[in-house]
């Protein structure tokens, strides 16, 4: 395997960085400097970057983070507003987030380094519902709920079924758990909307049987054996 590739692979950086760190006499193999970008690793090859041994055989990573308002779900932004990466800052594997929470929504969300897993995740056939709760103006009458559980148009697109359960009613505001199987952009501020809503604050839950819990905001935790297996089965 190219030497750029195997560094990338091991979870240390990007193949453009390995090049920087390999040009820049980072990159020992078998115990000798190389400074040759297409070198050929070998299984029986010893690998170090900046003193440390490697191994291509990487390390999957699966966490849960619990992404605040005011990030952006990328790994960068064009108008340098805070990203869910600067939350991961101390994972030591490449990871990247499953989908995407807007810039004022918060809960969870799943990062890994497992792409494949990623790509299943979120293609639309998986369908896995995902929970919100949403706080929004207003009462949510019995009408306008079974309205968005039935399916409401939010603009040239009819959503699917969705469940809908009114948790608690303020006096100007109504708290609204709701399950959705799609992930359209901005979905759930335009489902209330289309039935004359405002969504005043949204978090995610849950992504089907992985929950947020107690997780405090901008805080993430690996995800258990169990939960890793359930997503994969999915
Ligand atoms: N629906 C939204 O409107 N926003 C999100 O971030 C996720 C779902």
């Known amino acids: 395997m190219r030497l750029n590739k195997y560094i990338a692979q091991a979870g240390v950086c990007s193949r453009r960085k390995a090049d920087e760190l390999t040009a820049a006499g980072n990159v020992k193999i078998n115990g000798a400097v190389t400074r040759e970008f297409g070198y050929d690793v070998k299984d029986s090859d010893v690998v170090e970057v900046n003193g440390r041994r490697i191994n291509a055989v990487h390390k999957q990573v699966y966490l ?43 809960g969870l969300l799943i990062m890994t380094n497992d792409g494949s897993l990623s790509q299943r995740l979120s293609h639309p056939k998986h369908g896995v519902y995902k929970t919100y709760r949403a706080k929004v103006a207003g009462v949510l009458s019995d009408e306008r709920a079974a309205k968005l559980r039935k399916g409401v148009d939010i603009g040239g697109f009819v959503t699917s079924p969705a469940i809908v359960h009114v948790i608690k009613q303020a006096e100007r505001t109504t708290l609204v758990e709701i399950k959705i199987r799609e992930g359209k952009n901005r979905q759930v501020r335009k489902m209330f909307s289309a039935v004359g809503n405002k969504v005043v604050d949204l978090e995610r839950v849950a992504i089907g049987e992985i929950y947020l819990g107690h997780l405090k905001e901008g805080h993430y935790r690996k995800l258990t054996k169990q939960e890793v297996d359930y997503l994969k089965e999915l």
């Not at 960068?76 to 990247?96: K, N, S």
């Open 64 to 106: 849960a983070l619990n992404k605040p308002c005011g990030f952006i779900t990328s790994a960068g932004d064009e108008r340098g507003r805070p990203t869910v990466m600067e939350l991961v800052g101390d994972v030591p594997e490449r990871i990247f987030p499953v989908g995407r929470l807007d810039y004022n929504t918060s």
